[in-house]
Nanobody, 120 residues
Framework: QVQLVESGGGWVQPGGSLTLSCVAS????????MSWVRQAPGKGLEWVSD????????RYADSVKGRFTISRDNAKNTLYLQMDSLKVEDTAVYYC?????????????GRQGTRVTVSS
């Protein structure tokens, strides 16, 4: 059973930084591309970034390009998202997902994710 547990969210002022982590279990982590997806208050899911199974070819949504960095440590079954120069519009619940931009697994309604709040 696929399990993905996100952490690292919190409150930060505009311009600040946070690093999110996602620990994976229940599947061969190093064999799959992974994504970060977010849901802002009152809005639908937005794909943020993905990375291939080897940790290469990172891709980013235009809204975060140049500010966010995705990475992974296959030895630790962990996916990361370094978020710099945060903006108020980055406020959302962030989820990691198995798969790439157009193939990531459905985010089930019961997933907790990790909440990021950017405000002054």
């Amino acid at each position: 059973q696929v399990q993905l547990v996100e952490s690292g969210g919190g409150w930060v002022q505009p311009g600040g930084s946070l690093t999110l982590s996602c620990v994976a279990s229940g599947f061969t982590f190093g064999s799959y591309g992974m994504s970060w997806v977010r849901q802002a208050p009152g809005k639908g899911l937005e794909w943020v970034s993905d990375i291939n199974f080897l940790g290469g070819r990172p891709r980013y949504a235009d809204s975060v390009k140049g500010r966010f960095t995705i990475s992974r440590d296959n030895a630790k079954n962990t996916l990361y998202l370094q978020m710099d120069s945060l903006k108020v519009e980055d406020t959302a619940v962030y989820y990691c997902a198995k798969g790439g931009q157009n193939t990531y697994d459905r985010i089930s309604p019961g997933r907790q994710g990790t909440r990021v709040t950017v405000s002054s």
